[in-house]
């Protein structure tokens, strides 16, 4: 934000000190100084510089929404080698995301747990389990090798959106009890001062910072069932389960056999059958 001065350099004023109308988009249409209600010229998104005053004062969001969000935000927003552009909607973001993950832990421990094995999950727990399992191999891997912070943070927000939509089973508790150890420990590098308060809920009487790493378990990443989408001549008409080993001859007869394609076939011979492992299977009718 500026203002043109007489000397004809510009006079850059610091957002805090501006007040901003947007449209019903939320998209700026114009902008007062809050000292004199006047107009400024927004001058668009730049690199954060002493010279065009366009700093953002950490303390300012600290005291908002706590040294965890702020430390979220900005390992969320960009790798850390690479620029990023600030966004209060982002911190908003951040903020959201820490309140669920306080939530989702609340509930569960006023609701209680109960010890299960893997073995015992149904079918969209034991989905669910493997995706847990995966994000952890993903996130060390991130952390570790690739220091890729913010698509780690993307992998664990996935998976707490996958827990809420998890069946309200017996077995559903001791599983979320597993999932959110998990994601308090790997996310407390980022936010520690949150993981720390989660952790002392989540197994009282026991202190994070002597927790051991989750690694991922072999035993959980196998699949039993995959899933591939049916194409006739091209065009997506379905999808079909088949045992993760079924040969091609098996994968033909399933998808053949499916409510799409009898539907589209209409009894007739399909002139030609593509599939390709582990992704899909196109008949040309």
Request: charged share 25%.
């Given at each position: 934000f500026f203002r043109d001065g007489s000397d004809g350099k510009k006079q850059w004023i610091n957002p805090a000190d501006v007040d901003v109308q947007t449209d019903e988009r939320g998209r700026p249409v114009g902008a007062t100084l809050k000292a004199d209600g006047q107009p400024v010229i927004i001058g668009g998104t730049e690199k954060m510089s002493k010279s065009k005053n366009n700093g953002v004062d950490p303390q300012i969001l600290i005291d908002s929404y706590g040294a965890d969000t702020?430390?979220?935000?900005?390992?969320?927003?960009?790798?850390?080698?690479?620029?990023?552009?600030?966004?209060?909607?982002?911190?908003?973001?951040?903020?959201?995301?820490?309140?669920?993950?306080?939530?989702?832990?609340?509930?569960?421990?006023?609701?209680?747990?109960?010890?299960?094995?893997?073995?015992?999950?149904?079918?969209?727990?034991?989905?669910?389990?493997?995706?847990?399992?995966?994000?952890?191999?993903?996130?060390?891997?991130?952390?570790?090798?690739?220091?890729?912070?913010?698509?780690?943070?993307?992998?664990?927000?996935?998976?707490?959106?996958?827990?809420?939509?998890?069946?309200?089973?017996s077995n559903a508790p001791a599983l979320r009890q597993e999932a959110l150890e998990a994601v308090t420990i790997m996310l407390s590098p980022i936010v520690p001062h949150v993981c720390e308060a989660l952790w002392a809920e989540l197994r009282p009487g026991t202190q994070l910072w002597y927790q051991a790493w989750p690694r991922a378990d072999e035993s959980a990443l196998s699949v039993d069932?995959?899933?591939?989408?049916?194409?006739?001549n091209g065009k997506l008409r379905g999808s079909i389960r088949v045992p993760a080993n079924a040969d091609k001859a098996s994968i033909e007869n399933a998808a053949l056999s499916s409510e799409a394609a009898q539907k589209q076939l209409a009894g007739a011979a399909p002139k030609k059958i593509i599939v390709v492992p582990g992704r899909l299977v196109n008949i040309v009718a």
């Open positions: 702020a430390r979220l935000f900005m390992m969320f927003a960009a790798p850390p080698d690479q620029q990023l552009e600030w966004s209060d909607a982002g911190v908003e973001g951040a903020h959201r995301f820490l309140k669920r993950l306080w939530k989702a832990v609340f509930e569960h421990v006023q609701n209680g747990s109960n010890a299960t094995t893997a073995a015992e999950l149904s079918a969209p727990l034991k989905d669910f389990r493997r995706q847990l399992h995966q994000t952890i191999a993903k996130v060390t891997d991130d952390y570790g090798r690739r220091k890729q912070f913010n698509t780690a943070i993307a992998a664990l927000m996935e998976l707490m959106n996958a827990m809420a939509r998890l069946p309200e089973e069932e995959i899933e591939l989408m049916v194409q006739i």
